[in-house]
């Protein structure tokens, strides 16, 4: 992570270095991480599509144009119509 962090020019990598270090946020990133798995994410990006009430989630994994999530979200809404 130092490694990319210094590639960026603006940010002050000794600050970065130290908050990294210090593990100050580590429970927070784990936390995250293990609602992220159990959320069925497997990797970045990861997007959720699902009802208003979490109901009939599926995860599209990966980087995909806008026609990709038409295609899903366009899917559920015929089969909740039909079913």
């Not at 970065?16 to 429970?27: A, R, T, Y």
Request: hydrophobic fraction near 35%; include cysteine; glycine fraction near 8%.
């Amino acid at each position: 992570m130092k490694r990319f962090a210094s590639q960026i020019s603006e940010l002050n990598t000794q600050k970065f270095n130290s908050c990294l270090d210090g593990g100050k946020c580590n429970s927070l990133v784990n936390n995250d991480n293990a609602f992220a798995i159990s959320s069925g994410a497997h990797g970045t990006p990861t997007f959720v599509i699902e009802w208003n009430d979490s109901s009939n989630q599926e995860n599209l994994l990966g980087a995909y144009p806008f026609p990709a999530f038409q295609a899903i979200i366009d899917k559920k809404i015929s089969n909740s119509v039909g079913g």
